[in-house]
């Protein structure tokens, strides 16, 4: 009458959805299953508990169990002796069970402190190898470098030292190498990433890495596989030296936790930290690939709301999105029109007063307390702690700590522009285009208070306001 699937280990170790196995309990308690036929019983499941408290299940919601290998009467019979039976076999198929992944276990341990693969997909710049025997007279597979794959790394270690960004990288294998997704584009800045800071490029052989886990970062050196005197096992051939390694490593780190870095991207975000939306949530750059009508595709850059995405559904009932390059060549056109006399001696007045206010140092830990209060509070959204009337006490508790970190970070930009200071306006326009992302901002910031941005369909001139610093 029907059949459920189930694809998935039993065992007590491995990593399980048993979707089939779920929606068979599913319709067991639903009462739509009059009996159930297996092959055998330890096919069910591999834990003991769970198989005498699955059969019990069974039997009070009626089903009949039949096993090709194991005898009726005892499944679904509820005497002392049936349960004893059916007891044992459970016990010793999952000892069996257990045997079996201890041994499994201790073989995969045993390939790793001797370098080889065993199985899995090789990792970026490495294919399998031929199986060869080491001098301890042990068999198996080592990686060895990818014809296209392996150079690839050893240019974009080169381009990140250079100070070049992961997304020229991209741009780069995809010219060069062809390199790129499955579906033709770049390679995602993700992946160079974890290729890149991954100890495989010092020929180290990873081992029982865990899962990733938002908010908890790990050493990956950590988790590499050693030998019997505790050595890094050198598994394949490296890339770079360790020290060239840790530069790169160092180097992206810092390019993605920096405050004032140039970000990582295809496009120079200008606007991100002034645009606001009606909703009074941030606009941030977004970037996505159109098709023309020749089958071209092409990069669109955007600023758009993110009220929906932080707050939940139905926060921003306008959608706010701003495209890029005219949004920021109708910001920088009414900046250069500003630079005067006036103002830049009105800025030099506010940036002594805002160093006077308070010391930087109490500036950055008070905005970090905000920003922690602001995470924590996000993360308490949808949780049981916080339901009905109560959301929206919560929505105005992130609400105000999101308010204090806006006017924290205003504060702290005013006491950081000294590093750039504005004595002449012509010679700052006819420099702009030298200038980096962090300059750029800092200018604007010097000027602008806020830009605030609507929704709809009109010129960007005309869904824009500046509001200016008083």
Not at 46 to 65: D, N, T
Not at 101 to 106: F, G, K
Not at 311 to 325: E, F, H, L, M, S
Not at 332 to 354: E, H, K, P
Request: net charge positive.
């Amino acid at each position: 009458m029907g059949e459920y699937i189930d694809n998935d280990s039993a065992s007590t170790s491995a990593a399980r959805t048993r979707k089939g196995w779920r929606q068979l309990n599913q319709d067991i308690n639903a009462g739509q299953v009059p009996a159930l036929a297996f092959w055998k019983l330890d096919r069910t499941n591999r834990i003991a508990a769970k198989i005498m408290e699955w059969i019990a299940q069974c039997q009070q919601a009626g089903v009949y169990l039949v096993s090709h290998q194991d005898s009726a009467s005892e499944l679904n019979t509820a005497t002392a002796g049936a349960k004893l039976v059916t007891g044992i076999k459970a016990l010793l198929a999952e000892v069996e069970t257990d045997t079996m992944s201890e041994r499994q276990l201790a073989s995969k341990r045993h390939l790793a402190e001797a370098g080889f693969a065993h199985g899995g997909m090789p990792p970026l710049g490495w294919m399998a190898g031929p199986r060869v025997v080491d001098e301890a007279g042990r068999t198996g597979v080592r990686l060895v470098p990818h014809p296209v794959e392996h150079p690839a790394l050893k240019d974009a270690v080169d381009m990140v030292l250079a100070g070049k960004s992961l997304a020229h990288i991209s741009r780069h294998w995809q010219e060069h190498f062809g390199i790129t997704t499955a579906k033709g584009g770049p390679v995602y800045e993700a992946t160079i990433y974890r290729s890149l800071v991954s100890p495989r490029m010092i020929g180290y052989r990873m081992r029982q890495v865990p899962e990733h886990q938002r908010g908890v970062k790990i050493d990956l050196l950590d988790y590499i596989a050693r030998d019997a005197s505790g050595e890094p096992v050198i598994a394949q051939e490296p890339v770079c030296d360790r020290a060239i390694w840790l530069r790169v490593r160092r180097l992206l780190e810092q390019a993605k936790t920096s405050r004032t870095r140039r970000p990582w991207g295809s496009h120079e975000w200008l606007l991100t930290g002034l645009l606001h939306c009606q909703c009074g949530e941030r606009l941030y750059g977004h970037q996505k690939y159109r098709t023309k009508a020749s089958g071209e595709r092409v990069p669109a850059f955007a600023y758009r709301c993110t009220a929906n995405k932080v707050r939940g559904p139905g926060n921003c009932a306008g959608g706010c999105t701003i495209d890029a390059a005219k949004g920021e060549a109708f910001v920088l056109g009414w900046f250069f029109s500003q630079i005067t006399d006036d103002a830049l001696a009105r800025a030099r007045a506010r940036r002594r007063a805002a160093r006077s206010d308070a010391g930087i140092n109490e500036v950055v830990t008070r905005l970090d307390d905000a920003k922690a209060e602001r995470d924590a509070l996000l993360a308490k959204q949808g949780t049981s702690e916080y339901r009905g009337a109560m959301v929206t006490m919560l929505l105005s508790l992130i609400e105000d700590a999101q308010t204090r970190v806006d006017a924290l970070q205003r504060r702290l930009d005013a006491m950081e522009l000294d590093e750039f200071p504005i004595d002449d306006g012509p010679t700052l326009i006819a420099s702009w285009s030298e200038r980096d992302i962090t300059e750029k901002r800092t200018y604007l910031r010097r000027l602008i208070r806020r830009i605030d941005a609507l929704p709809g369909k009109a010129l960007t001139e005309e869904r824009l306001q500046i509001i200016p610093v008083e």
